[in-house]
């Protein structure tokens, strides 16, 4: 048994998704396992591939700060430190570099600034105003982490990352580590990318900020493989 843990955005959605879909599915029905890991909350997830015929085994979303089996039942959760998300997020709005600042808890998504936030978004306007302000962010605020993608700057708690959700998956199910693959284009998939056996994907695979992996064009090249 062999396990494919897979970023979603340009990794396994892209213009390749269908063909990905179709193999995955054969993956299991084989033995195998199939994760999501993804900087996506569950509700932005299911909105695309509740319209398809894929059910992964697990899914991470918010970038490992929370964790659902394959039923969407939540197994685990952590969530930022109240007090600071609200002042993170005060501070982000008085910017004016965010199109939108939002509390993203993984199952809704709010700009109440007292909610409980699994994640902290801010839709970029101008990538290098939104870079300042996450260098600002993560020298006052330590117990935070941070990063700039495509579109937004997101910010999560500083003990959760994509790698670690993956152990946590994998000491519940007594996987072992060289049975798993992982398959990412981006800087949050650095992590597990380099802890595990971890391949590149998509055109954005020679990464200069991501260790040299064998790369694919796509996720079902590596299926073939494998």
Request: proline share 0%.
């Amino acid at each position: 048994m062999k396990v494919i843990v897979s970023d979603f955005d340009e990794t396994f959605y892209d213009a390749n998704f269908v063909d990905n879909i179709n193999l995955v599915n054969k993956w299991q029905k084989s033995g195998n396992s199939f994760v999501i890991a993804t900087g996506r909350g569950l509700h932005s997830l299911r909105n695309i591939i509740d319209n398809y015929s894929i059910k992964a085994d697990y899914y991470i979303c918010n970038d490992g700060a929370v964790i659902y089996d394959k039923d969407y039942n939540e197994i685990y959760r952590k969530n930022m430190d109240n007090n600071v998300s609200k002042e993170i997020f005060d501070y982000m709005l008085t910017t004016n570099y965010f199109e939108q600042v939002f509390i993203d808890n993984s199952d809704y998504v709010t700009q109440i600034s007292t909610a409980d936030c699994n994640c902290l978004v801010g839709i970029i306007i101008d990538r290098s105003k939104a870079q300042e302000v996450l260098n600002i962010i993560l020298n006052k605020y330590k117990s935070v982490q941070g990063y700039l993608s495509t579109h937004c700057l997101n910010i999560i708690d500083i003990n959760v990352d994509k790698s670690i959700a993956i152990k946590m998956i994998m000491n519940k199910n007594n996987w072992n580590d060289k049975d798993v693959y992982t398959v990412g284009d981006a800087i949050n998939d650095k992590k597990m990318l380099e802890d595990f056996n971890g391949f590149l994907i998509g055109e954005k695979y020679n990464n200069p900020k991501l260790r040299k992996k064998e790369s694919f064009k796509e996720v079902f090249g590596l299926i073939n493989l494998l």
